[in-house]
């Protein structure tokens, strides 16, 4: 469990924070609006909203081979974002960056490039149960092209990977393990040190989702020793369509293009084309400037916040939840690992998730419901979906109040 | 009553709750506490309306020349508004309903608490209703 020192939770304004968040100074259906739909995407300082419309109307131009003043500068302010994101997740180079979408399209560059490169048939490929459509879909791609195997990590009752499980999947025909390190259902943070370990004790490569660890967990991929890792940077109070994919420089050489066009290519004749250096052979066409220029605001916003102090925060409001919600009459937990990021996931017997999504609506709370596009998972708990809500640093205990007292009139009309 | 005239029952109604949403929440959830049980030997695969992002269920049964429908929902909300269609089209004629004119949800602000997705699953239910009473014509008029 993240752990949670008075000092560290009470080093936050977090009064001065809400402030630096203008969306959440609004009412919705008639109430201040509660926004706890984090873990679909968290709302964006200023900092991230002016560098966005200061780039837009100091500089916007394309990037690296102009020669003009704007070019440069924009180059300038886009490669800094790499250096950033170098340096959040502790890559070795700033090669190892690769822009893309966001986690979803990460996912699909490795899937494509490296799964149709090197999965051969009869190889397997390893994910989870816990896992998000989108790290599912693209292997499955992968595995009917290739003839391969798709392997499925079970998890627990608690939500909890099984690892013995895990160990029995594993053997010399696995050849691509790949999980996330949180869960966007239930919150549970996987042991991935241990999972890439093991994996890598089979010469298999690891692939990490770190969508809901990105604005939540410390990240350190060369300690971790992953192969990949990526982020979207809307769920970490940046703008969307914006992510990286980082990749171990010896993988990503031979690897080969995922999109061919402008920026990837070195040299171009009709009889052969030779490609550009790292990360750029990633990168075709134009790319989404605006949005990783601001991106990197984002990145300085956690890191000077502090992310074991937002960490601390998150979590005394998780426990609060819980022990509010939990004592709500027929309120179930889904997930209840005891490592977890602030995602909380509940249902209530006999009321649909939609009822109470739309009655919590009523009073400006948003959570989400629904399976999160984790189907899988909502077969294994024999359940259509569930009430998520997902906290962010600028959320309070005064917050998960009104979520109670709205849960509570649901509740009481029921029954 | 005709179609119309329930439509503006419906109205005026609404327009008690002030456009206050969990008051219209809670009212349109009780409307669904209130429909008729549905047999759940009808609760069928073949009964489901397609394009509901909730399951709903829906049958029709021709009495006397007259149309009556019986409708279920997985969730509270989407069946208070499916109470609402069956106020307004039980005890009508297939003519009646095939001509009608729905205009009651833009009068309450349905989409304000419905959503894009709750709409197209209204919108699938008003269809499905609509074929219903095309069907029930269509064997009326073999029958004379």
Known sequence: ?415 | MDINDIQEEIISEFSLLDSDMEMTVFYIMELGQKLPVMDDALKTEENVVKGCQSKVWLTANLDDDKISFSADSNTAITKGLVSLLIRIFNGQSPEAILNANLYFMQKIGMERFIGTQRSNGFASMIKQMKWYALAFKTKLEVKS
Not at chain 1, 299 to 311: H, K, S
């Open chain 1, 1 to 415: 469990m993240t752990t949670t020192s008075p000092a560290l939770s009470t080093a936050l304004d977090v009064e001065k924070i809400r402030k630096e968040f203008p969306i959440l100074h609004q009412t919705v259906n008639g109430r201040d609006l509660v926004y706890f739909d984090n873990a679909a995407t968290s709302q964006k300082p200023l900092v991230v909203i002016n560098a966005l419309t200061e780039y837009y109307k100091g500089y916007n131009a394309n990037i690296h081979r102009g020669i003009h003043t704007l070019a440069e500068k924009a180059t300038k302010a886009f490669e800094q974002t790499r250096l950033t994101a170098k340096e959040y997740i502790n890559a070795k180079s700033e090669q190892e960056i690769v822009f893309t979408r966001g986690v979803t399209e990460s996912i699909n560059l490795v899937a494509s490039s490296y799964g149709r490169t090197f999965i051969k048939e009869g190889d397997e490929i390893i994910v989870s149960e816990l896992e998000h459509h989108s790290n599912i879909v693209p292997w499955q791609f992968v595995v009917e092209e290739k003839n391969a195997v798709l392997k499925v990590i079970p998890v627990t009752d608690r939500g909890e990977l099984d690892l013995d499980a895990y160990r029995k999947l594993l053997s010399s025909k696995t050849k691509i393990v790949s999980v996330n390190h949180a869960s966007n259902s239930l919150g549970t943070v996987n042991p991935i040190k241990e999972i890439i370990r093991l994996a890598h004790e089979v010469g298999a490569v690891v692939f990490i989702d770190g969508a809901q660890a990105g604005a939540h967990l410390d990240i350190d991929v060369q300690d971790l020793d992953c192969d990949f890792y990526t982020v979207s940077a809307h769920k970490m109070y940046g703008p969307t369509g914006a992510g990286f994919l980082y990749g171990k420089k010896a993988l990503l050489e031979k690897m080969p293009p995922y999109q061919g066009g402008g920026e990837m290519i070195k040299e171009v004749t009709f009889k052969k084309t030779t490609y550009n250096d790292l990360p750029h052979k990633f990168e075709a066409g134009t790319p989404n400037i605006a949005d990783v220029v601001a991106f990197r605001y984002a990145m300085d916003f956690i890191t000077e916040t502090g992310r074991a102090a937002m960490a601390a925060h998150e979590h005394n409001l998780l426990q609060y939840a819980t022990e509010r919600v939990s004592r709500l009459k027929g309120v179930n937990l889904v997930g209840t690992a005891p490592e977890k990021v602030s995602v909380f996931s509940f249902t209530v017997d006999g009321i649909h998730p939609f009822d109470i999504g739309q009655m919590l609506d009523a009073r400006g709370i948003a959570v989400r419901t629904g399976h999160h596009c984790t189907q899988p998972l909502m077969d294994r708990y024999g359940i259509e979906g569930t009430v998520r809500a997902s906290f962010a640093v600028y959320n309070t205990k005064k917050e998960i109040d009104q979520l109670v007292e709205g849960l509570e009139r649901v509740i009481n009309f029921m029954k």
